[in-house]
């Protein structure tokens, strides 16, 4: 991969990753806590309502969750592929070596 063709490869790593940020955490959060409060004995039911992406008004709870998973399948993908490229070029040797 040309070193231009990397520079875009990373530039749409970092996009995703900015796109998927709030809905990940959001996820993760949520589904934390509900998991706390379920344990403890509490009924918190609007926690699990924001975990499946209803949010206010906007009801996404049939999407929201193969946007999470596409989401971050994208983020693993672009990773390893940067990860892989990474490790494929030789290092240059110092005057040391």
Do not use: C
């Given at each position: 991969?040309?070193?231009?063709?990397?520079?875009?490869?990373?530039?749409?790593?970092?996009?995703?990753?900015?796109?998927?940020?709030?809905?990940?955490?959001?996820?993760?959060?949520?589904?934390?806590?509900?998991?706390?409060?379920d344990?403890?004995?509490?009924?918190?039911?609007?926690?699990?309502?924001l975990?499946?992406?209803n949010?206010?008004?906007?009801?996404?709870?049939?999407?929201?969750?193969?946007?999470?998973?596409?989401?971050?399948?994208?983020?693993?993908?672009?990773?390893?592929?940067?990860?892989?490229?990474?490790?494929?070029?030789?290092?240059?040797?110092?005057?040391?070596?």
């Open positions: 991969m040309t070193s231009s063709k990397s520079f875009q490869f990373r530039k749409f790593h970092r996009a995703i990753a900015l796109i998927m940020l709030l809905p990940l955490l959001l996820t993760a959060i949520t589904g934390s806590i509900y998991q706390i409060t344990l403890s004995g509490n009924d918190v039911k609007w926690i699990l309502e975990h499946k992406g949010i206010g008004s906007l009801k996404l709870e049939t999407i929201y969750p193969f946007l999470n998973a596409l989401g971050l399948l994208a983020l693993l993908a672009t990773g390893t592929s940067m990860l892989l490229q990474t490790r494929r070029t030789p290092r240059r040797r110092t005057e040391e070596d």
